[in-house]
């Protein structure tokens, strides 16, 4: 386990050129110099992407809009979205494609969905067209809604399995990181039909809620899958510090809110203290907290230093962590764009080898090496 002590701002070198009407920037970090193109700036509150195998995009916006993006410019909302509650931190989250999408067209949504006692979070399946989704279903609604609007989680990956991975927040509820008998607070695993795995560690739900991989985490907005290993790794908002990077096994207990490194943003320690028995550690964490909101593991060619390594997203720090790695070991911290374009709610890398992002302000970067 480490701690952020120590970090390095990417240093902006010049304005460069524009691309689409918008102006690019040039920067350089320990590794690569890169340059930054502002695709488009008209996303409204843009919570999620992933990549069509033609190269397009579909986006999420808080809303509960859905949007194609095809490189230069945003289609009209599609048909076919579930109904959200768009409320605080709720609404429509994340959205992925199916590894099988050129035989299925599947592609997969998070969302706050609206019902008796308030909200809460589901992953809803549906098939894609040009203009709408299509046979939209919901196959995992979390077990407890409640009227609060803050850490619903979220984040989709697939394993190479085919599983599907997925986290749900504490619900501004802490205790309920702790009770295996309740989503919140989780790290979970369904099969891509809403079933549950058999080999899910509560797979029988006896000592557990059959879909909980892990419990103990308090709101993990980042997640994705090792490229080397195959496992899951999150990353997950602490209070007044403590957001930590966990790799999470089956079944585990990450400790939340008993045991963390951050304090209670009106002052106190949280809970025990760092450590307890049967409770697991943090590969990594931050203090003060950054807000990380995504991570992903680049594993393109354009930048081939970086390759292997975690993007993290921030929200409150407004920048792009560069976790670099030794396959699973973390070596240090980089800090990219930091209060370049505000809040960084979702990075990742795209087919072309490029690093994506979207920024709360509403815009979608591209972030390229410079030849």
């Known amino acids: 386990m480490k701690r952020a002590v120590l970090t390095f701002p990417s240093i902006l070198l010049a ?5 689409t009407g918008v102006s690019a920037k040039t920067f350089q970090s320990q590794e690569h110099n890169f340059k930054v193109d502002v695709l488009t700036d008209e996303l409204d509150a843009p919570w999620g992407f992933a990549f069509l195998p033609d190269g397009g995009m579909l986006i999420t916006e808080k809303d509960g809009t859905l949007r194609r993006f095809d490189g230069k410019s945003l289609s009209a909302p599609l048909g076919g979205v579930p109904k959200v509650r768009s409320s605080g931190q709720g609404g429509l989250m994340d959205v992925a494609v199916d590894p099988d999408f050129a035989a299925n067209k599947h592609v997969y949504l998070t969302f706050s969905e609206p019902g008796d006692g308030g909200a809460g979070t589901a992953v809803a399946r549906a098939t894609f067209g040009a203009a709408a ?6 196959i995992f609604r979390q077990n407890i809604k409640t009227g609060a609007s803050r850490h619903f989680g979220s984040r989709i990956a697939f394993a190479p399995d085919g599983t599907l991975f997925f986290a749900i927040g504490d619900r501004a509820d802490r205790p309920r990181a702790q009770d295996p008998q309740d989503h919140a607070g989780s790290v979970l695993r369904i099969n891509k039909d809403g079933s549950v795995p058999s080999d899910n560690p509560f797979a029988d739900g006896r000592n557990g809620l059959p879909e909980i991989w892990s419990i103990g985490h308090r709101n993990p907005q980042g997640l994705d899958i090792h490229p080397e290993t195959g496992a899951v790794w999150t990353v997950s908002h602490g209070a007044r510090g403590g957001d930590e990077i966990n790799k999470p096994e089956a079944g585990k207990n990450y400790g939340w809110p008993v045991i963390s490194y951050g304090r209670h943003y009106f002052g ?6 760092t450590e307890k028995e049967g409770m697991e550690q943090p590969r990594y964490y931050w ?4 807000a990380p909101s995504s991570a992903s593991f680049y594993t393109g060619d354009l930048f081939p230093k970086w390759k292997g390594d975690m993007f993290v997203g921030a929200l409150a720090g407004q ?20 209060g370049e374009y505000g809040r960084v709610r979702h990075v990742k890398g795209g087919p072309d080898g490029a690093l994506y992002a979207i ?4 815009a979608l970067l591209r972030i390229s090496p410079i030849e």
């Open 15 to 19: 304005t460069a050129m524009a691309t």
């Open 133 to 138: 989704l299509e046979g939209t279903e919901v």
């Open 268 to 273: 106190g320690r949280i809970g025990e203290g």
């Open 287 to 290: 203090d003060p907290s950054i």
């Open 319 to 338: 920048l792009i962590a560069r976790i670099d790695m030794d396959g699973e070991e973390i070596l240090r911290e980089e800090r990219l764009l930091v």
């Open 359 to 362: 920024t709360d302000d509403g």
